[in-house]
């Protein structure tokens, strides 16, 4: 897998829940390349948690932050690099990912999903009256164009070694 990532990146994406930081960071170890998880190298350089982000400036001037990370990020390959779940539904951050990585879509039922995200309530997208019903919504809006990832592979409660081997394989 190494041979063939080159100086490419590896690249998770998928809707919160699906374990990109979790299988990325084992898949990194594995690879032994390096793993970072845009999201904390957001709140690194900004010196700001992600609910900060939202509340000060707003989705838009996030997601023009994200895509500036991301694409710094992808210049220094090989890495192994998670995405938060709106990075790749963004145009320009989705082409940079397709022009400097194989990306990974970790795809996953709501069942799922929802019952990793439901214990922690950090994801400002997810503070709403009924916040399954958003994630039901964002999964709809957003699973055709995740579908346009390299390779998917079905994130589900198996041990995550299991899901790093498929990704591998
Ligand atoms: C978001 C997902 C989050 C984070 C932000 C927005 C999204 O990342 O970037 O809350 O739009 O789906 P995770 O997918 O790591 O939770």
Redesign the pocket.
């Known amino acids: 897998a190494k041979t063939v990532l080159g100086r490419r990146n590896l690249v998770f994406v998928?809707?919160?829940?699906?374990g990109?930081?979790a299988i990325g960071r084992m898949t990194a170890t594995l690879l032994n390349i390096p793993f970072v998880?845009?999201?904390h190298e957001?709140e690194r350089v900004s010196r700001m948690t992600?609910?900060e982000l939202?509340a000060a400036y707003g989705?838009e001037e996030?997601r023009s932050l994200?895509g500036r990370v991301i694409k710094r990020l992808l210049h220094s390959g090989p890495r192994v690099v998670?995405?938060?779940?709106?990075?790749y539904?963004n145009e320009r951050t989705r082409r940079h990912i397709k022009k400097n990585g194989l990306s990974v879509w970790l795809s996953a039922d709501l069942d799922v999903l929802w019952q990793r995200?439901n214990k922690r309530d950090?994801?400002?997208?997810?503070k709403t009256e009924n916040p399954k019903q958003t994630l039901e919504n964002?999964m709809n809006a957003?699973y055709p164009v995740y579908a346009e990832a390299d390779l998917t592979v079905v994130s589900r409660d198996v041990k995550k070694e299991v899901m790093v081997d498929e990704v591998l394989a």
């Open positions: 998928g809707l919160m829940g699906a990109k930081s998880d845009s999201d957001i992600i609910s939202f989705e996030f994200e998670s995405t938060g779940g709106g990075a539904i995200v950090t994801r400002p997208l997810l964002l957003r």
